[in-house]
């Protein structure tokens, strides 16, 4: 790219964002539908539930327990640095849960519970008889130490006899302690409790099917994370056995877990979805078994955990818990884990914005890859050298592309020169170049963080909505995406200008732009609007490079080269060895196959 096409790209850029900074149109709001549940459809604090009373059957089959059916419905508050809990007596049971410090997309409480969408039972059998001990009315006692406050649900049987549900909530945090206890006798009880957690998900992000591609259920189980296929449609279901340490109910930014550090003995795990229900991402059932044994000797102590799927916090809850938020594989794990994470965290830790985060993300890591980045350029220039010598081989020898490659090949001997050469720094470049495909979409510090023209970074960027849908596209235009196509056309163009590569494959560079277009018109503003910015510092510090690439100075080092190589003075490296000797292997075997059909074709 010359000096002019560069001023000129980098000023359209700057008209663009000028004009989405001021005059950005207004996101518009999702179909009701698509809206999460509100504090309408909760219970009201002030009023008490109506009472209930036991079924005559059921009552006298129950015994010293039909008491504890009959009751009225009490609901405490309890309010923390970053919760908001109401706990029911009706089964001791958490009745309802906001996250203080989140809102869904449409500036709603965010609720990870509420008893339009959740319920549980706590399922045993008592005198033979199965039991809910979730649908039992329960006494309350509350008492402080330090800055836990302890919620004690109790279930008196005979005198003596009891079981409670103790909840330890802390000031600052999203775990809470739970623990089942029993005082006196419990041989009326089978031998396992089953914990049944049934949830429709309701939708809190901006992009349901970004939401649905990205919900599902995760557990530990046997020293091994795991979890339910997140993309399908179809109901998913595992029995799990052996050592299940935590279980997660898991959307894309936010998690509902229950753990246990000495482990369940199995569970049951199962998630559906009904794509024509809008007003649901997917349902999620879990069931977990808890040894009586674990209950009566004082064993069954438990966590809850409800909060943001963020990296940082979930390395902190308990082992390999940090695993829900996915990194991609090796290498691209470790370089996210170790390079990109820190960076990008000490940078959400000092500035505010987070387009200028990831502008700053992306000049450092440009500096750090800037040797390979000169590498490349310089194999760049020696092509662009070439060029006309390549151009006239190929025009020699038409289509006769095996004597092409050879005379390719000789002629890059001759000046010293290493068609891979430019390669090698490109694929070095890419875990880091498919490092940011995890840390965008996955970063929960970039979820409705506004800039310029996109009002949540953690999603696309709609400037247009369409009245269709186009396939693989979908019924918006993302800007970021499209100015990020267009800046690599460019670059594409700018590189085909010196590439020795002709014919189909020459065509073939400019169909990845296009192929991204569709695959990331959909991806969160953030990662679009990286890949823009790196494109813009690529073109600027090529320009920089360019500078310090003297191309008669590379011309006069490959005719010293190719005097040399005639007297004998310098090799062939090992590798042109290699490849010369392998093409012509590949020659001979062509030449045996030729010779061999035409055999068979005259026999």
């Not at 539908?33 to 059921?58: I, R």
């Not at 402080?144 to 005198?159: G, I, P, Q, W, Y």
């Not at 898991?250 to 000495?262: D, P, R, V, W």
Request: aromatic residues 12%; charged residues 20%.
């Amino acid at each position: 790219m010359d000096r002019n096409s560069a001023i000129g790209l980098t000023l359209i850029a700057a008209l663009l964002l000028a004009y989405f900074t001021w005059f950005a149109p207004k996101p518009e709001e999702l179909p009701q539908a698509n809206q999460p549940l509100t504090d309408q459809y909760l219970p009201s604090l002030d009023s008490a539930a109506k009472p209930s009373s036991p079924d005559s059957a059921m009552a006298a089959s129950l015994g010293e327990l039909a008491t504890s059916l009959a009751g009225q419905e009490e609901l405490k508050r309890i309010e923390t640095n970053d919760l908001k809990i109401t706990f029911s007596t009706k089964g001791g049971i958490i009745h309802d849960l906001e996250l203080k410090n989140y809102k869904t997309y449409h500036g709603k409480p965010l609720m990870l519970v509420q008893p339009t969408s959740n319920s549980t039972r706590l399922l045993t059998q008592y005198n033979g008889k199965e039991i809910d001990l979730n649908n039992l009315f329960y006494t309350l006692s509350e008492s402080k130490k330090a800055d836990t406050t302890f919620l004690t649900f109790t279930l008196s049987l005979t005198e003596g006899t009891s079981i409670t549900q103790v909840y330890a909530i802390p000031e600052n945090g999203f775990k809470i302690g739970y623990a089942i206890k029993t005082a006196g006798s419990a041989r009326e009880f089978s031998d396992q409790l089953v914990l049944t957690w049934n949830t429709a998900l309701r939708p809190l992000e901006k992009d349901l099917n970004d939401s649905r591609n990205n919900t599902t259920i995760t557990y530990y189980q046997n020293g091994s994370f795991d979890e339910l296929s997140q993309r399908s449609t179809s109901t998913e279901k595992e029995v799990l056995s052996g050592n299940v340490k935590w279980v997660s109910i898991k959307q894309k930014f936010f998690l509902a877990s229950i753990i246990s550090e000495s482990g369940f003995p199995g569970a049951e795990v199962e998630t559906s979805v009904n794509t024509s229900d809008t007003s649901v991402v997917k349902r999620a059932v879990v069931k977990i078994q808890i040894p009586m044994k674990a209950v009566v000797e004082g064993q069954a102590n438990y966590d809850f955990y409800f909060g943001p799927n963020d990296y940082k916090e979930l390395g902190k809850v308990t082992e390999s818990f940090a695993k829900n938020v996915y990194l991609g594989w090796p290498p691209v794990y470790w370089i996210n884990k170790f390079v990109i994470f820190p960076v990008f965290y000490f940078l959400t830790n000092t500035i505010g914005n987070f387009g200028l985060i990831i502008i700053i993300l992306v000049i450092v890591l440009r500096i750090i890859l800037l040797p390979l980045s000169y590498r490349s350029y310089l194999s760049m220039a020696k092509m662009k050298v070439l060029k006309p010598e390549l151009d006239e081989i190929k025009e020699k020898f038409g289509e006769d592309m095996t004597k092409v490659q050879q005379e390719q090949m000789k002629l890059y001997q001759q000046a010293g020169v290493n068609p891979l050469s430019g390669c090698i720094p490109l694929v070095l470049q890419m875990p880091i170049l498919f490092a940011m495909f995890y840390l965008f979409p996955n970063s929960i510090e970039l979820r409705q963080q506004s800039f310029l023209w996109a009002e949540d970074l953690s999603t696309y960027d709609s400037i247009l909505n369409l009245p269709f849908t186009i396939p693989f596209y979908g019924d918006h235009v993302s800007l970021f995406t499209l100015l990020m196509t267009i800046s690599t056309l460019v670059y594409t163009w700018q590189n085909n200008q010196i590439s020795s590569v002709q014919g189909p494959m020459k065509s073939m560079s400019y169909m990845m732009p296009v192929i991204f277009l569709f695959v990331l018109n959909s991806f969160p503003a953030g990662l679009s609007f990286y890949y823009f910015i790196t494109n813009l510092i690529t073109f600027a510090q090529q320009a920089i490079i360019k500078r310090f690439v003297n191309e008669d100075k590379i011309k006069e080092v490959m005719e010293n080269h190719r005097k040399m190589m005639a007297s004998g003075t310098v090799k062939k490296s090992r590798f042109m060895s290699k490849l010369e000797d392998a093409m012509k292997a590949s020659e001979e075997a062509r030449r045996q196959s030729e010779e061999a059909r035409k055999k068979k074709k005259k026999n």
